[in-house]
C-alpha cells in the first residue's frame, strides 16, 4: 500500500506564512512529479504547484512568488511554503503524487486526505 500523509494546515492571519508537509510511505518504488492542489467546497480542485523528480516546477499564476514548493527525495515528502497569505488562499490543499509501487511497472495518481487553510483577513 502506498499513501500520502499531509501536515501543516490551519488557520492563519492574512499576510503571513504557513508551510504544509506531504509524506509518501509504504511499498514506494519511485516517485515522478510531486503537486500541491486545492479545491473550495462546490468548485473544481485547482493546481497550486508542482515540482518533478529533478527539481523542475510550475506554479500556478495565482501563487507565483508568494508559494514555493520543494521535496526532499530522500524523505519522500514534498513542501509547499506559503508566504504573504490572502483570505482569497482559504482552501482544502491536497498534495499528490505520481507513484510506482515497488512490485509495480506503472505509475499512478495517488492523493492525500486533504487539509484545511484558513486565512483570516
Known amino acids: 500500500q502506498v499513501q500520502l500523509v499531509e501536515s501543516g494546515g490551519g488557520l492563519v492571519q492574512a499576510g503571513g506564512p504557513l508551510r504544509l508537509s506531504c509524506a509518501a510511505s509504504?511499498?514506494?518504488?519511485?516517485?515522478?512529479?510531486m503537486g500541491w492542489y486545492r479545491k473550495a467546497p462546490g468548485k473544481q480542485r485547482e493546481l497550486v504547484a508542482t515540482i518533478t523528480s529533478g527539481g523542475t516546477t510550475t506554479y500556478a499564476d495565482s501563487v507565483k512568488g508568494r508559494f514555493t514548493i520543494s521535496r526532499d527525495n530522500t524523505k519522500n515528502t514534498v513542501y509547499l511554503q506559503m508566504n504573504s497569505l490572502k483570505p482569497e488562499d482559504t482552501f482544502v490543499y491536497y498534495c499528490?503524487?505520481?507513484?510506482?509501487?515497488?512490485?509495480?511497472?506503472?505509475?499512478?495518481?495517488?492523493w492525500g486526505q486533504g487539509t484545511q487553510v484558513t486565512v483570516s483577513s
Open positions: 499528490n503524487a505520481r507513484i510506482r509501487k515497488r512490485s509495480g511497472v506503472r505509475f499512478d495518481d495517488y
Open positions: 509504504g511499498s514506494i518504488g519511485s516517485i515522478r512529479a
